[in-house]
Each structure stands twice: as C-alpha cells, then as structure tokens.
C-alpha cells in the first residue's frame, strides 16, 4: 500500500488579547511547554515554541491531514484554558482573534529555529508590530491594517 509522505513546515505567530505583557518569564517556559504537548497530541511536530511577554512563535512540521486553521485553534483554546486553570494571573487570559502562519523548505528549519529561540533578543531592536509587517511584506502577504492584531504603541 503506497504511503503519504510531506515535509511541511509552518510558523504560527499570535498574539495576547489585547498585545497585553501577561506571559510572565517565572511560568512562561512552561506554558511554551504545554503548547508543544498539545502539537504533540495532536500528531504533530513542535520544532520550538517561543516568545515574550505579549505574543508566541509555534514552529511546526505539520501532517497534510491536519489543517493550519484546526492546529491553531486547538494551541489557542486549550494553552488559554491552562493559563486559567493554573491561576497564573488574577484575571482571565486570552488570545487576541487571529494568527499568522508562515511556511517554510526543510533547508530554512535551523534559520528559523534560532530566530524564533532569540525572540527576547530580537525584541530588544524591533516592535512585535515591526516584526509582525515585516513577516506580511517578506511573505507577499495583502493585508488591510484594519484586520490586523489590535496594536498597542
């Protein structure tokens, strides 16, 4: 019986509600854990999971039969329960509407791996807003601003 073979790679990008500064360093590490069990869960690849205080970088291998939609929703949903359920902050969590996904060859993986393990580095010289349309204009991606995260200056 003939198989399925693929080598899909996609970064999610997403943002706190609100681009809020709630992912606190002290618990952060082992939420970006817990993302990666729920990308495991659902048989795929967590490459590295990685971010600062306001939004979060997946880097995934992802299978053909999981959708780019239905993987993040299920990341969102379930790490936003975990952050409520552990009372890591006295109000409720959430993650703004929206995502970027961004794909990527096999020869890219390390390139984007230390990119995304530097964020906090990296957030040192750009905004997250920075980032964010510099990703949109690399990938040739329309946008209207209008849809976009909400941005906080």
């Not at 039969?65 to 990341?75: E, H, K, T, Y």
């Not at 990527?104 to 920075?130: A, D, G, L, P, T």
Request: glycine share 6%.
């Amino acid at each position: 019986m003939a198989g399925t073979f693929s080598q899909i790679y996609i970064q999610y990008v997403f943002a706190v509600k609100g681009r809020q500064n709630l992912l606190h360093k002290p618990w952060r590490e082992e939420v970006f854990k817990y993302i990666s069990g729920i990308i495991k869960g659902k048989n795929q690849k967590p490459i590295i999971v990685n971010g600062v205080e306001d939004h979060v970088h997946c880097f995934v291998g992802l299978k053909p039969g999981m959708s780019i939609s239905d993987l993040v929703r299920d990341i969102k949903n379930n790490s936003s329960n975990f952050i409520n359920e552990q009372k890591f902050l006295k109000g409720k969590f959430s993650w703004q509407e929206g995502y970027g996904a961004f794909s990527y060859s096999h020869s890219q993986i390390e390139n984007v791996y230390r990119y995304i393990e530097n964020q906090e580095e990296h957030h040192r010289k750009i905004s997250f807003k920075e980032e964010y349309f510099d990703f949109l204009e690399k990938f040739e991606i329309e946008y209207d601003e209008k849809y976009l995260f909400e941005w906080v200056e």
